[in-house]
């Protein structure tokens, strides 16, 4: 999710309610990272405790024991298109080339998804198909986003996550969906199950799901 609330406790709270386990908090181009990223530490109370990593954040309720991940990513606004970026801690700036965007991306560690890659319309462009074939050609771009906002206003008029899904089935490549919401409630409308193994610990939930979008 987008601009989220500041109260972490209150949004972790609504995630375990909706029987999420994973959770990304979606920096805009980066710009964000230091105010809100980061000081998650100081945002708990007492009623969870908190394992802060680079790219993810564990939060465990006492009462219960129950985990929510917190992970970190970035949608960054390119001058051709918008990109999301994921696994890598580093700030990845937009305003320039989509090209140069992806190739900082994977010097970071980081990897690229096709941010709605279908949406045409200027404010809020997906990079299209033929830029998602060369990206995927040269190992840059490791799944599709099916988005929660272009399925609640925009998919009759245009068809946009019906054309990424047929695009990544054509492709033989992931497609995640993305609630792209902007307060708690937004949580879950659209959201993506993996299956990874039982021991998996929490905080390497965010990396296995990478692993797996990248390997599939």
């Known amino acids: 999710i987008e601009h ?15 029987s999420l386990d994973l959770v990304g908090l979606t920096d805009i181009s980066g710009r964000y990272v230091c105010e809100i990223y980061r000081p998650l530490t100081s945002q708990t109370g007492d009623r969870y405790s908190i394992e802060q990593g680079d ?10 024991g129950k ?21 890598t801690s580093a700030n990845i700036l937009g305003a320039r080339p989509l090209e140069a965007v992806i190739d900082e991306t994977y010097e970071k560690g980081g990897k690229a998804i096709a941010d709605h890659p279908c949406y045409t319309i200027k404010l809020g ?54 609630c792209d919401g902007n307060t708690a409630n937004d949580m879950g409308r659209m959201h993506t199950s993996y ?4 021991n998996t610990s929490a905080q390497s939930w965010y990396g296995s799901i990478i692993f797996l979008l990248e390997n599939t």
């Open 67 to 87: 985990k929510l991940v917190f992970a970190r990513s970035l949608e960054v606004l390119s001058n051709d298109a918008h990109v999301l970026v994921v696994g």
């Open 125 to 178: 462009k997906g990079m299209g198909e033929e830029r998602v074939r060369k990206f995927r050609k040269q190992g840059k771009l490791i799944a599709l986003e099916e988005n929660a906002n272009i399925a609640k206003f925009l998919e009759v008029i245009g068809h946009y996550n019906k054309k990424a899904f047929n695009l990544a089935e054509e492709l033989d490549m992931p497609i995640i969906a993305n």
């Open 55 to 64: 790219t993810s954040t564990v939060l465990t309720r006492k009462e219960d």
């Open 195 to 198: 299956e990874l193994k039982d």
């Open 4 to 18: 989220f609330p500041r109260n972490i406790e209150k949004l972790a709270d609504v995630a375990i309610a909706k």
